[in-house]
């Protein structure tokens, strides 16, 4: 069996993004600081902004759920076998309590990941530059494809969890909800924008975030030994 309550998961996942939009905004920040300034102050506009900005996030959330169909499939590739799918299970359970932990600030681990995804990226890179600085959505759309495969530990924490979502769509969804909830950070701009990453990076809102995350995966493995 794989883990339950698709929407409780989908649920979670989309509050890992939103919680670790502090880290988001490291990550991304430059290029959507490069969105933003690209136009002249003189053709500055919102419409024309939000465009490039939604063309952008579009393309970065669906290059993740891309990512986490490829990943689902692989693991369901083995799902006839009950001691792969427990492992799967056991792996997911893991990654969960180490997203908690991660921000809840408990522990800064999952940043070593990142380091996995450098050499992929190293052939990605050069060809997302290319299309700086935009100007129009279309530019805006192919970087977001490209930037969706910037080396992240949460993304990847993310995508090692949708191995356990038992199919393509399941971990497409997946990491949809975790795209989603890196939006707001990444969409919010000025004092709105700081006043977000303040509440987001509160030591109250992440220890209960972690808390909560903990407790999502102690009632999974309660609800896993007991069916």
């Known amino acids: 069996m794989m883990l339950t309550d698709s929407g409780l998961n989908l649920g979670a996942a989309f509050m890992m993004g939103l919680l670790g939009g502090g880290h988001c905004i490291g990550m991304c920040g430059g290029i959507m600081s490069?969105?933003?300034?690209?136009?002249?102050?003189?053709?500055?506009?919102?419409?024309?902004?939000?465009?490039?900005?939604?063309?952008?996030?579009?393309?970065?959330?669906?290059?993740?759920?891309?990512?986490?169909?490829?990943v689902a499939s692989l693991g369901?590739?083995?799902?006839?076998?009950?001691?792969?799918?427990?492992?799967?299970?056991?792996?997911?359970?893991?990654?969960?309590?180490?997203?908690?932990?991660?921000?809840?600030?408990?522990w800064q681990g999952l940043t070593h990941l990142e380091r996995l995804g450098q050499?992929?990226?190293?052939?990605?890179?050069?060809?997302?530059?290319?299309?700086?600085?935009?100007?129009?959505?279309?530019?805006?759309?192919?970087?977001?494809?490209?930037?969706?495969?910037?080396?992240?530990?949460?993304?990847?924490?993310?995508?090692?969890?949708?191995?356990?979502?038992?199919?393509?769509?399941?971990?497409?969804?997946?990491?949809?909800?975790?795209?989603?909830g890196t939006l707001p950070t990444l969409l919010a701009t000025g004092a709105f924008a700081r006043r977000l990453q303040q509440g987001l990076k509160h030591p109250y809102t992440r220890t209960l975030a972690g808390l909560s995350l903990l407790a999502l995966a102690g009632w999974q493995m309660w609800h896993l030994l007991h069916y």
Do not use: K
């Not at 690209?38 to 579009?58: D, F, M, T």
């Not at 369901?76 to 600030?105: D, K, R, W």
């Not at 949460?154 to 990491?175: E, R």
């Open 119 to 180: 050499h992929l990226w190293r052939y990605i890179e050069p060809q997302a530059r290319r299309f700086l600085p935009v100007y129009h959505p279309r530019q805006a759309f192919i970087l977001g494809a490209l930037w969706g495969w910037l080396p992240c530990g949460l993304v990847y924490s993310a995508l090692i969890w949708s191995l356990s979502a038992g199919s393509a769509a399941q971990g497409a969804l997946l990491m949809l909800a975790f795209g989603a």
């Open 76 to 106: 369901s590739l083995f799902s006839g076998s009950l001691l792969f799918t427990q492992i799967l299970q056991g792996i997911a359970l893991i990654v969960l309590v180490m997203m908690a932990l991660y921000i809840g600030q408990w």
């Open 34 to 70: 490069a969105l933003t300034f690209a136009i002249p102050p003189s053709q500055r506009s919102w419409w024309r902004l939000s465009r490039l900005l939604i063309s952008y996030n579009v393309a970065r959330i669906l290059s993740y759920s891309l990512a986490g169909a490829l």
